[in-house]
């Protein structure tokens, strides 16, 4: 099941189990099952603290599989074939429920094991999803250290009955004690804040409480993950306020333009931009999104950023790295439909749409490539375009255009999302050039159309373009003294990771300079 390569990295990671493990599996007669039977075969093969044992459980989904301490039940569980994205989530849970610790904070840690309140999660995946991952290990690991807290991992491609009953549109969904719970990527700190009611409130005044900071950086995307660094390398206080580090860039899948890496994906470069600003004098505050800039009262004052969980950080110079989110269609249904056919991440929720008809809005590149990887999954894409020409680059418009269940409508202006109440049923769309109205039946609606600042908390305080975009001159002043920004939420023409990185080190550089000067 696992090649010679990979038998030799994981072996190598076994050898940190303190504790035996035993993996008890439950097992039907489907092609899935004998691809579990033969991967926990693999991995018991590589450490002698490893036993597979067989169950016949009638209260579990088969194939599945859980990861115990001999005579421990641990509830970490997985069902179907945690390989592609989720092959790192049955690695780390090897490691965790056998005694390997954590990289994540005691005090966070330490948090989990004091929840009291019986609770049984369930995540539905794709192998595809890259935002996936993150949830699955997440919760895996409260699984592990709490005995109140049990976690199964459920393939929704390998589970499509359940998938359609429980009306998992999108991936990663989660429930909890059979309620929905959230959907999208969610961070450990995260998951603990909503089962906690109580955590925000205390990480808010335990942030508040901070001393002023040199430079504060708002967002930890390629910006502000540069600026940073840049700024702790001058030896000045440095923090970083961020709903999470890596941005946007968590949820790109390929970078192949990234100058010195021919090829990674967005996970990858996230982690690694998070190590690296761990390298250095560094206060990260996760879990942080601004909600008000108070620029300084004099000259040399102090700024404020509130934050929308309360707290407030006081900082001399500030820089802006909020970043941008995907653009909506705005028109009726769209919300209402939002992870109940309506979705942004092909590499994500295609795996759900398997032989159904969807649509693709958009016809730049991120959309004639969503339509291309949707093309290998569904049984129809249907890209919808507002202009009269796709804006792909040419070698993408030719590969769409090779593909026999795709089809382009150009000068369409969608106009509604259709549902039954309870999912996408279909779109409406009106052609441009005759004004005439055109219904398609749909099951899944990619939208594609680009990206929106993330500013609208600072209107009102520095200038912004009439795209909500910050103003910057060529060094990432603001209007506001002492105010910096840098990245996809300001008027930079191009919104690309490498220049974004570099802007963010320019910011800094100017901040620096500022505190010199002030």
């Known amino acids: 099941m ?113 929840i009291d309140a019986p609770l049984h999660f369930e995540t539905y995946y794709s192998l595809s999803c890259h935002n996936c991952p993150d949830v699955v290990q997440a919760l895996n690991l409260m699984s592990a250290l709490n005995p109140h807290i049990t976690h199964t991992a459920i393939d929704g491609g390998l589970f499509q009955d359940e998938v359609k009953e429980r009306e998992v549109m999108g991936v990663p969904t989660v429930f909890v004690n059979g309620e929905r719970f959230g959907q999208g990527r969610m961070e450990l700190a995260e998951i603990v804040a909503k089962v906690d009611t109580g955590a925000a409130a205390r990480e808010a005044a335990k942030i508040s409480a901070k001393d002023a900071f040199d430079v504060l950086v708002v967002g930890g995307g390629p910006a502000g993950a540069a600026a940073a660094i840049y700024a702790a390398r001058k030896g000045i206080r440095t923090g970083i306020a961020a709903e999470r580090l890596g941005g946007q860039v968590l949820d790109t899948v390929d970078i192949e333009n990234f100058i010195s890496v021919s090829k990674t994906d967005g996970p990858k470069l996230a982690a690694a931009m998070a190590a690296h600003i761990r390298d250095y004098e560094v206060d990260v505050m996760n879990q942080q999104t601004g909600a008000k800039l108070v620029p300084a009262a004099t000259e040399g004052g102090l700024i404020e950023v509130h934050t929308a969980s309360g707290a407030v950080l006081k900082s001399k110079t500030v820089i802006l790295s909020t970043g941008a989110r995907w653009r909506n269609m705005n028109v009726p249904g769209e919300e209402q439909y939002r992870t109940k056919g309506v979705t942004f991440c092909p590499h994500c929720d295609g795996p759900l749409f398997k032989g159904k008809d969807v649509a693709v809005i958009g016809g730049g590149n991120s959309g004639v490539e969503a339509a291309i990887d949707l093309a290998g999954l569904v049984k129809s894409v249907t890209v919808l375009e507002f202009a009269s020409e796709l804006k792909a680059d040419a070698v993408l418009q030719k590969k769409l255009r090779s593909l026999p269940n795709v089809t382009v409508i150009l000068n369409a202006q969608t106009t509604e999302v259709n549902g039954d109440g309870k999912k996408v049923t279909g779109i409406t769309y009106k052609d441009r050039t005759t004004d005439e109205v055109h219904q398609l039946a749909l099951e899944g609606i990619f939208v594609q159309i680009g990206l929106l600042p993330n500013t609208d908390w600072l209107k009102g305080t520095v200038n912004l373009t009439r795209f909500g975009e910050i103003e910057i001159d060529a060094k990432g002043h603001t209007n506001v003294p002492g105010v910096f920004a840098a990245g996809d939420c300001t008027n930079v023409p191009y919104k690309q990771i490498i220049i974004a990185a570099g802007a963010g080190a320019t910011a800094a550089l100017s901040a620096f300079d500022h505190l010199i000067r002030h």
């Open 2 to 114: 696992l090649d010679a390569n990979l038998k030799t990295q994981l072996k190598a990671y076994l050898e940190r189990l303190q504790k035996p493990l035993e993996l008890v599996a439950t097992l039907d007669d489907s092609k899935a099952a004998g691809e579990v039977k033969s991967l926990l075969a693999d991995i018991a093969a590589l450490s002698d603290k490893i036993t597979v044992v067989e169950a016949n459980d009638l209260n579990v989904r088969k194939p599945s599989f859980a990861i115990n301490n001999p005579g421990v039940e641990t509830g970490v569980r997985f069902a179907g074939v945690p390989l592609g994205h989720e092959f790192t989530s049955l690695v780390l849970a090897l490691l965790h429920v056998g005694g390997h610790p954590s990289k994540e904070s005691a005090d966070l840690l330490e948090q989990v094991k004091a």
